[in-house]
């Protein structure tokens, strides 16, 4: 992780304005922090010293269960928060956060405004709405395993974890992740390649026809 200060800091907070969002100044504070990609955010099971905002790139989310089996949850994006949980709960198992991409957040040092966040209703207000869409999101993922083919969230799952045009995630982690067989992902993989939607370059894929995948994703969003 690296700390961005003075200009280029400034133009951060001047392309991604962050203040409106509290009753309270704020923005001397914020740190930005840049990580590159599978860097740790946050490790699981420690909670963070501050609340994120990620103004650019892609995180994902782990969690580990008693049996030490490690399983992809969920995803994060740009404009949305990293520890809100851990703010708004003092007893709360903090989840693991990997980066996808080069990945650039605004840093809330909690030490200094736990209580103000807590007390500000404007930001509230915000929160409550991030996390009533992040249940949707995730009540949708559940509702779209069980009624889209493999193919449909295949291509959105490669679309979330992609840095640029390259997708290599592990074959056993997409499994676990759509809740498909081994043999299933590489048979909808091969097909992809067939249609030339994805080349295949080594231990990784290479994005041919990003807006094919699109197309397919769409249908999850639309249904």
Not at 120 to 127: G, P, R, S
Request: glycine share 6%; with cysteine.
């Amino acid at each position: 992780m690296k700390k961005i200060t003075n200009q280029k800091k400034q133009r951060y907070l001047t392309e991604h304005p962050i203040t409106d969002l509290f009753s309270f100044p704020i923005e001397e504070y914020i740190e930005v922090h840049e990580y590159q990609r599978d860097e740790w955010i946050i490790r699981e099971g420690m909670r963070p010293d501050y609340l994120f905002y990620v103004i650019e790139g892609k995180a994902k989310i782990y969690v580990t269960y008693q049996n030490g089996k490690s399983s992809l949850i969920n995803f994060i994006n740009d404009e949305e928060y990293i520890g809100e949980m851990e703010l708004v709960n003092e007893i709360y198992y903090t989840k693991g956060i990997q980066t996808s991409t080069k990945t650039v957040c605004y840093a809330i040092p909690l030490h200094r405004f736990r209580k103000q966040l807590l007390e500000d209703t404007k930001f509230l207000l915000e929160l409550t709405k991030f996390l009533s869409i992040k249940a949707g999101n995730m009540a949708a993922k559940y509702s779209q395993s069980l009624s889209f083919p493999l193919e449909n969230r295949l291509a959105d799952f490669i679309l979330q974890t992609a840095d640029g045009q390259v997708y290599k995630e592990k074959h056993v982690t997409v499994c676990d992740f759509l809740g498909v067989s081994y043999r299933h992902l590489l048979h909808v993989l091969a097909q992809f390649c067939e249609k030339g939607f994805l080349q295949k370059e080594g231990k990784q894929y290479h994005i041919k026809e990003r807006q094919r995948l699109r197309e397919l994703a769409g249908v999850l969003k639309n249904g």
